[in-house]
């Protein structure tokens, strides 16, 4: 079930694309991207698992997922600025019940 929601998704994504650079993709090339979508989420996973498991912890938390996005600059940039935001966002409703 899982496994064809990433399917679809992906589906919809490369329709997307296709129509943007006139790029049409082949079913194959649709089903291999899910594919290879769907295993690196589960080393994600894993992964994250681990982290979390290493720290002592039963719950992955930000600084897991921080340290998995740790080789994309781009990508750990925008997960510490989103971070940052919800932190911030949080305080503030927190100030208001009081």
């Not at 498991?53 to 998995?68: P, Y």
Request: some cysteine.
């Amino acid at each position: 079930r899982l496994k064809a929601a990433v399917h679809y998704t992906v589906g919809c994504l490369c329709e997307e694309v296709a129509s943007d650079r006139e790029m049409p993709f082949s079913k194959q090339t649709i089903a291999a991207i899910s594919e290879l979508t769907f295993r690196q989420c589960e080393t994600f996973a894993k992964d994250l698992e681990m982290f979390a498991r290493h720290a002592k912890r039963s719950t992955i938390n930000t600084e897991d997922v921080k340290l998995l996005a740790r080789r994309s600059n781009s990508l750990l940039k925008y997960i510490t600025e989103k971070n940052e935001e919800l932190t911030q966002f949080n305080t503030e409703q927190k100030t208001k019940k009081k």
